[in-house]
């Protein structure tokens, strides 16, 4: 039997890759369980669909997309990551990947092997909340992805999810802080909640939104609706 990493895929995308046309790669699966996350199927749900199937779409889009975005679940739980980016590469696509970076022996090699063009990275929470939103408790780990990344000069963006009563003005601005002691000089992403029934943790909507006034404003951060 075929193993099957992908839960779906979305077709044409002309938003998830700055200024490139792409499909996404929905991997299953993912190691947190962050409680404002709506994608729980995918998280949660098994994959239904092959490398295979994944490859043989992408010969259908040949001189149609540019681009691939690996997300999730996590892409980076996939065994076959690298193969899987090889394959893709020899079709000249390029491919962006979506990560919670809790796999940095998995971008170190990706990156260094010049299988990924772009990543997004999620920094979910300062270190003392980090397990409070992601239920996972390896912030070293992501730390490590993001320090790598910073190093190799990677051409990267590091983005959060708000929901402003899990995380608000002072520990954005904490993130904010850690990521210029870092020598991160990219566009901070700030993604606004959206409320549905089906989080994980079942959160409820906000209270209040987040006072953009009082974000610190040594990083150039955006807001992306």
Same mark, same amino acid.
């Given at each position: 039997?075929?193993?099957?990493?992908?839960?779906?895929?979305?077709?044409?995308?002309?938003?998830?890759?700055?200024d490139?046309?792409?499909?996404?790669?929905?991997?299953?699966?993912?190691?947190?369980?962050?409680?404002?996350?709506?994608?729980?199927?995918?998280?949660?749900?098994?994959?239904?669909?092959?490398?295979?199937?994944?490859?043989?779409?992408?010969?259908?889009?040949? #001189? /149609?997309?540019?681009?691939? +975005?690996?997300?999730?679940g *996590?892409?980076? $739980?996939? @065994?076959?990551?690298?193969?899987?980016? &090889?394959?893709?590469?020899q079709?000249?696509?390029?491919?962006?990947?979506?990560?919670? #970076? /809790?796999?940095?022996?998995? +971008?170190?090699?990706?990156? *260094?092997?010049? $299988?990924? @063009?772009?990543?997004?990275?999620?920094? &979910?929470?300062?270190?003392?909340?980090?397990?409070?939103?992601?239920?996972?408790?390896?912030?070293?780990?992501?730390?490590?992805?993001?320090?790598?990344?910073?190093?190799?000069?990677? @051409?990267?963006?590091?983005?959060?999810?708000?929901?402003?009563?899990?995380?608000?003005?002072?520990?954005?601005?904490?993130?904010i802080?850690?990521?210029?002691?870092?020598?991160?000089?990219?566009?901070?992403?700030?993604?606004?909640?959206?409320?549905?029934e089906?989080?994980?943790?079942?959160?409820?909507?906000?209270?209040?939104?987040?006072?953009?006034?009082?974000?610190?404003?040594?990083?150039?951060?955006?807001?992306?609706?």
């Open positions: 039997m075929s193993h099957k990493p992908l839960y779906d895929i979305t077709p044409f995308t002309a938003l998830d890759y700055p490139h046309l792409a499909a996404i790669f929905w991997f299953a699966r993912c190691n947190m369980r962050c409680v404002y996350c709506y994608n729980k199927e995918i998280v949660l749900g098994e994959g239904k669909r092959t490398e295979e199937e994944a490859i043989a779409f992408l010969q259908s889009r040949i #001189g /149609l997309l540019e681009a691939v +975005v690996l997300s999730g *996590e892409a980076t $739980l996939f @065994d076959g990551l690298v193969e899987f980016c &090889k394959k893709i590469k079709l000249n696509f390029k491919i962006k990947l979506d990560t919670n #970076g /809790l796999n940095p022996e998995m +971008v170190k090699v990706l990156v *260094e092997n010049e $299988l990924v @063009d772009y990543i997004a990275l999620d920094y &979910k929470a300062p270190k003392e909340k980090y397990y409070e939103i992601t239920k996972n408790k390896h912030f070293d780990r992501f730390s490590k992805t993001l320090n790598l990344l910073i190093q190799k000069q990677f @051409d990267f963006e590091v983005r959060t999810t708000v929901h402003s009563n899990l995380l608000r003005v002072t520990e954005i601005n904490r993130i802080k850690d990521l210029l002691k870092r020598g991160y000089r990219g566009t901070y992403y700030l993604q606004p909640f959206v409320f549905t089906h989080t994980i943790g079942k959160v409820k909507e906000e209270k209040t939104s987040l006072d953009r006034s009082q974000l610190s404003s040594g990083l150039n951060v955006v807001w992306r609706a």
